[in-house]
């Protein structure tokens, strides 16, 4: 946003949901960027935004539709920029009335919707860990380190209590309450839900019992709503993905469960880590994981098949690096083949910085 203002081009984000300490702080201190909480305008709105060249309407879906079509017809008017962010999808308990703003957009003459990496807030490890969640079977190309992840047990609600207020207490992570039960939790949090859903954590617990359990092929059973928009696995996410860097999953009274959640990080250590070891390889398999997204995004200006074969190279060396009986040849000839799409590409200079990246590390360690 700041990038985009600019010292001529002063901006205004008008935020629908809660106004946190965070929106105050930016309030207070960045230039030509001004946030207001969607209250503020009242029944006026519009005219409180003359001199802005850009807004924005940041959970847009949290306001009425009709002030959002009075801002949308004064930012016509005076040729202003207009960004609308929201999540059509989200629905959490007390919130059937929300707006959808979407379908309303999209009636909107020169309207352009994007959609936002669902890796936008947590991290690729964290993403990764929970699909295996809902699927225990769910195929996981290359190597993920889970160490950042917890998974830990309690055999009734006292221990889980206790466990809690250990990693609030001594920590530091934020306990997130499960949204969609209309039940109380272990630890209460009045109106916090909502709260929590727009903001991310460092470190973030989530609690799971008895509703929850795997069927037959793996894939994770959790409770029904009443209300049948709240589907557990997304409003799961929404919790999921408030963590920035670490994740604790505690396990109430469900030690079935335990042991199948557990066995995500075990399978994986397994497969790698312990191959690794054996053929005396010692390098960060975060790090080749990070090397690997960024050479997959410098794709950008090569044509559908380089930007296939460089993809598939990268998982590849990734994915062979981490075995216990790694073949050389494979690794040496895929290096090659990567080599030689850089040069016949040397046009994409984001190519060249992240895949000599890439190979060095490789060559490094091992070739």
């Known amino acids: 946003v700041r990038k985009t203002a600019g010292e001529e081009s002063p901006c205004c984000i008008i935020h629908g949901g809660i106004f946190s300490d965070g929106h105050r702080y930016l309030k207070d201190h960045w230039k030509c960027v001004d946030i207001l909480p969607a209250g503020e305008l009242g029944e006026g709105g519009p005219e409180w935004l003359e001199g802005y060249h850009c807004l924005f309407i940041d959970e847009a879906d949290y306001l009425d539709i009709t002030a959002v079509g009075r801002i949308m017809e004064y930012a016509r008017s005076q040729g202003m920029i207009l960004i609308c962010a929201f999540d059509s999808d989200r629905r ?17 003459e020169g309207y352009r919707e994007y959609a936002l990496s669902e890796k936008i807030r947590t991290s690729a490890e964290i993403t990764s860990f929970y699909r295996s969640m809902l699927n225990l079977h769910e195929g996981i190309r290359g190597y993920m380190d889970y160490s950042d992840i917890d ?77 049948p928009e709240f589907l557990f696995y997304k409003l799961m996410y929404q919790d999921v993905s408030r963590s920035r860097s670490r994740l604790c999953v505690l396990v109430e009274s469900n030690y079935e469960l ?84 850089m040069g016949e590409n040397l046009s994409v200079s984001s190519l060249q910085n992240a895949g000599s990246d890439f190979i060095d590390y490789v060559n490094e360690h091992y070739l």
């Open 92 to 108: 959490m308990p007390g919130e059937e009335k929300r707006s959808d703003i979407s379908s309303f957009l999209s009636q909107t």
């Open 151 to 227: 998974v830990i047990y309690a055999n009734d609600e006292k221990e889980a209590h206790a466990l809690i207020r250990l990693y609030e207490d001594q920590l530091r992570y934020k306990y997130i309450p499960d949204a969609g039960s209309g039940e109380e939790r272990v630890v209460e949090h009045d109106g916090e839900n909502r709260q929590t859903e727009e903001q991310g954590f460092d470190n973030v617990l989530i609690l799971m019992d008895d509703r929850f359990s795997y069927d037959e092929e793996g894939r994770i059973r959790g409770p029904v709503y009443p209300n």
């Open 258 to 341: 335990f042991l199948r959640i557990s066995s995500i990080k075990y399978r994986m250590l397994e497969r790698y880590r312990y191959g690794s070891e054996t053929a005396e390889i010692h390098l960060s398999g975060k790090r080749l994981n990070r090397l690997a997204k960024a050479v997959k995004d410098s794709l950008e200006g090569l044509d559908e098949d380089d930007a296939a074969c460089v993809s598939d190279s990268v998982d590849i060396i990734a994915n062979e690096f981490f075995r216990g009986s790694l073949n050389r040849k494979i690794l040496r000839n895929s290096v090659r083949f990567l080599k030689r799409i």
